[in-house]
């Protein structure tokens, strides 16, 4: 079975079992700057597990999580990854324990047709409940059903003592047994065998029924909810009966292209006894499968934060190709096969395919344009450290070559040994473990994800209002909601900021790079000043000060936008159009905009382009806007659905969830809209 058959086989699966298919959400969570990248497939719900949204009671995705806490073990181990899909099955105060096994278990045993004696269980150590189940309903035998600690059946994993605060809960794992020829042999082997690989997790259903609010502290929720995660790489390597992820049909044409494009023969075959060079194969194709979905997410490399990961992925990838015997850029010509690999489950990555390889590529020669600088940099060090008389090479300068110049340790031992140095490695594996904690860290919830946010408490007043601000900027209208330090209140009398919400609203939301609207909102013997406007869930929520008077829930008023303000914005939304038009034209049509500042007083318009632009580049840009500006064009806004926009040639932000109907513009004349 093709790895596109799984995923959408489970989707229509949980289809059939009445729950909504959700797309996956971006790499890159919105509204959640606590998360460096979307790591798992409950991360788009946790308004739901919190009951704060309810417009759903169960879902199933199939949702893209990249996790760089284990970065060195990618390549060397038969399953792990940095970038990876998720398959799951939730429910927010639906249904619970016994439907998600016995769901769980017709999936594999039924629409799969894996044999029930291949299977195993684990449950976590008290949960008698999901034990019963296991044995009474399912009838598992039970000396297959294992029950774990904390570590192995919590989720998140040690949740009760190490936390994050927020919902959390005991979980159960179902085990593929893959054969004996996969075995240790000890007696003991069973799930959770710290010596072979034979059994492999494929699933873990969390019951997600607690909301953990201090050390040991877990409070019941007031719903239960279920949270289900099944990796689909692994899941495809069981159904296809291969030692390693890698060898699934997603992944071997992308390892065989990289074999292919090897110059040395002995590396070639993937077959061979070369088993060093398989992991670098490996880890290869993982990262390069990793770099494409973060770029088309949007991500570009960058010394920091999200892009920092794609940079250190990239590198590593060219560290690993270094023991491949390349020595020039040859990353970017993978991206075609991730695409082609990828295309059954994200279809649209083929109109992307040229801009992320030339993305890619620019990053590589950055890379091997460093590797002449490295050679002298290390033998300035070597020479520093002999002529003061010391023969080792410490640990915090291995930790510098390793980790930010992108060295491999293999690299760095060739050389120490040509120059007669030792190595402090104890130092340098020191440094590494601390930069581990920090990264695993960064990509783990962290406590506050769950907290209070402007977000949820806008979504949790249940109230809902109409945007009328494309016909007009001013409006009569009631205040049904207000929010202050992100809770909901019924009046303000003080001076400091909050958030009110109209039944009607004039007022843009800040998106897309647009600027909010600011303005006035006005009552019986009260003044409120607009100083910006969100837009969240769809709501227009405008950021208030009191300039008079007192306000409260209830009270009828007129809003008014700054309409020389608006029209401001309005000029330059309508120029980061054009420019993008005029630089598809003058540099190609890879230029994607990848972020955009739509203000009153100016745009800032960022693209993507593999190297600066001359200056002819430039004025032929700022002369076709010009011209575009000079043909004095009618614009007329026209609703229409994505598609027939897009086939208009209107042009959509990848990586954007867009609604099924869009604003798009008609013009005459040859003027881009
Ligand atoms: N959230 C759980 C996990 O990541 C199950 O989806 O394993």
């Not at 990828?342 to 620019?362: A, F, L, W």
């Not at 020389?564 to 054009?578: G, P």
């Amino acid at each position: 079975m093709t790895t596109d058959q799984l995923r959408s086989k489970f989707l229509s699966f949980f289809a059939s079992k009445g729950h909504p298919v959700i797309p996956s959400d971006s790499l890159v969570p919105k509204d959640d700057p606590s998360l460096l990248f979307t790591g798992a497939g409950m991360n788009q719900f946790k308004d739901y597990f919190l009951g704060k949204r309810k417009d759903v009671k169960r879902a199933a995705s199939c949702q893209k999580c990249i996790r760089t806490g284990d970065l060195d073990n990618v390549g060397k181990t038969p399953s792990h990854h940095s970038f990876f899909e998720m398959l799951g099955n939730f429910s927010f105060g639906d249904y619970f324990k016994e439907e998600a096994i016995a769901w769980a278990w017709e999936f594999l045993t039924k629409e799969l047709g894996m044999k029930e004696k291949d299977l195993w269980v684990s449950v976590y150590k008290d949960d008698d409940e999901a034990y019963n189940i296991w044995l009474k309903k399912i009838r598992i035998p039970k000396e297959k059903i294992t029950r774990f600690g904390a570590h192995d059946n919590f989720w998140p994993a040690n949740a009760p003592e190490d936390g994050p605060n927020g919902p959390c809960g005991p979980c159960s794992e179902i085990y593929a047994d893959r054969g004996e020829k996969y075995g240790c042999g000890d007696p003991k082997c069973g799930p959770g065998c710290g010596k072979c690989k034979r059994y492999v997790e494929v699933w873990n259903l969390v019951f997600t029924q607690f909301n953990r609010i201090g050390l040991n502290k877990l409070e019941p929720l007031p719903s239960k909810n279920i949270d289900t995660g099944m990796g689909l790489e692994r899941l495809a390597s069981v159904m296809q009966g291969v030692e390693t992820n890698f060898e699934t049909d997603i992944f071997k044409p992308i390892v065989d292209e990289i074999a292919q494009l090897i110059d040395d023969p002995a590396k070639k075959s993937y077959a061979n006894s070369d088993k060093e060079g398989t992991g670098h194969r490996n880890a290869v194709a993982d990262h390069v499968r990793a770099a494409v979905f973060c770029i088309a997410d949007g991500v570009l490399p960058a010394n920091t934060g999200r892009g920092y990961v794609l940079k250190t992925l990239i590198r590593r990838s060219l560290v690993h190709g270094k023991f491949l015997g390349f020595e020039e850029p040859f990353l970017y010509k993978l991206v075609d096969s991730v695409v082609r690999a990828m295309k059954g489950g994200y279809p649209e990555m083929g109109s992307r395919r040229e801009n992320i390889s030339v993305i890619v590529k620019s990053e590589e020669e950055k890379f091997f344009q460093i590797g002449e600088d490295l050679r002298v940099d290390l033998e300035n060090l070597a020479d520093s450290l002999k002529s003061g008389k010391k023969d080792t090479i410490p640990g915090d300068k291995i930790f510098y070559f390793h980790d930010t110049r992108g060295l491999a340790i293999d690299l760095i031992k060739e050389f120490a040994g040509g120059e007669g140095l030792k190595l402090d490695l104890d130092g340098y594996e020191r440094l590494m473990e601390e930069q581990r904690k920090k990264s695993r860290g960064a990509t783990k919830l962290s406590g506050d994800i769950f907290s209070e946010t402007l977000t949820a408490a806008v979504v949790g007043t249940g109230v809902k209002s109409e945007f009328i601000g494309y016909d007009k900027l001013e409006s009569d209208a009631v205040v049904k909601a207000i929010i202050k330090d992100n809770k909901p209140v019924k009046e303000v009398t003080g001076p400091s900021e909050f958030a009110v919400i109209l039944d009607v609203s004039p007022f843009y939301g800040e998106t897309g790079g647009q600027v909010g609207d600011m303005g006035t909102i006005e009552g019986k013997g009260f003044k409120l000043e607009v100083v910006d406007t969100k837009l969240i869930d769809k709501i227009p929520v405008q950021i208030c000060k009191l300039t008079e008077g007192q306000v409260k829930s209830g009270d009828t008023v007129k809003a008014k936008v700054d309409k020389e303000r608006r029209m401001a914005i309005a000029r330059h939304h309508t120029a980061t159009h054009l420019l993008q038009a005029a630089l598809r034209k003058v540099l190609g049509q890879h230029v994607n905009q990848s972020g955009s500042l739509v203000a009153p007083e100016r745009l800032r318009f960022d693209f993507t382009h593999f190297k600066g632009l001359t200056g002819e580049e430039l004025e032929a840009a700022e002369g076709l806007v010009n011209d575009y500006i000079r043909r004095n064009a009618p614009l007329k806004v026209k609703e229409m659905g994505l598609e027939e926009a897009k086939k208009s040639g209107a042009t959509a932000l990848f990586g954007e969830k867009y609604d099924r109907n869009v604003r798009s513009w008609v013009t005459k004349n040859n003027v881009p809209g």
